[in-house]
């Protein structure tokens, strides 16, 4: 099934460092979800955007919608343990329609 | 608030067995997707079903079936089990027409 491209696939980071991803789509999307999935555990949804070029903070989350709408990119300031997890972009063409995932970006903090 | 609830949370079955899964979503809610989730990938959908018809269906097999009931609620089917149905299998829900949705903490299915 369609898959979006996310990028980076993992990343090691430092407690206290800046986190950026992004997630690209040969297909125009009207919603951008971004969810966190820890082991065992259904993803939790962090950030919704639904305007291109619409920026959008959840604490330390920052997300942006693409103004060409193929794409979205998600920031995690000043980084915690907790912060560890796999992060999903997912992307929707409308209300109905279904979720299309990337394939995560696996995160891990190095305290 | 409750929120989605899938039962069981684990399952274990043998090829050419049949299961069923089920997902009660967050009250309020009557869409409800199924997703399956294999290891290393992101969600893959399966079907979506509001006010009790099929409103969507991913390129799955016909040995995957699911319906929606009156309350809302919703069971995933799964005939003939492979080895390659294993995987974590989601429920989300929202409100119909709404872009937000919300997933339950998903079935480990394990065929062997």
């Known amino acids: 099934g369609q898959q979006l491209n996310q990028s980076p696939q993992s990343m090691f980071i430092q407690e206290g460092e800046d986190v950026s991803m992004n997630c690209t789509s040969s297909?125009?999307?009207?919603?951008w979800l971004w969810y966190k999935q820890d082991p065992g555990e259904g993803p939790v949804l962090l950030i919704a955007?639904?305007?291109?070029?619409e920026l959008t903070s959840n604490g330390r989350l920052t997300a942006q919608f693409g103004i060409t709408r193929k794409d979205s990119f998600l920031n995690i300031s000043a980084s915690i343990p907790s912060d560890v997890g796999i992060y999903f972009c997912?992307?929707?063409?409308?209300?109905?329609?279904?979720?299309?995932f990337g394939k995560g970006t696996r995160l891990s903090v190095i305290a | 608030d409750a929120g989605v609830t899938q039962s069981p949370t684990h399952l274990i079955k043998t090829r050419g067995q049949q299961v069923t899964l089920r997902c009660s979503p967050i009250s309020g809610h009557k869409s409800v997707s199924w997703y399956q989730q294999v290891l290393g990938q992101g969600p893959q959908f399966i079907f979506q079903y509001y006010e009790k018809e099929e409103r969507g269906r991913g390129n799955f097999p016909d040995r995957f079936s699911a319906r929606q009931f009156p309350n809302y609620s919703s069971e995933l089917n799964v005939n003939a089990l492979l080895l390659g149905d294993s995987a974590l299998y989601l429920c989300?829900?929202?409100?119909?027409?709404?872009?937000?949705?919300?997933f339950g903490q998903g079935t480990r299915l394990t065929v062997v």
């Open positions: 297909s125009i999307f009207n919603t």
């Open positions: 997912a992307g929707r063409s409308s209300g109905n329609t279904p979720l299309v």
């Open positions: 955007l639904y305007k291109a070029g």
């Open positions: 989300a829900s929202s409100v119909v027409g709404e872009s937000e949705a919300f």
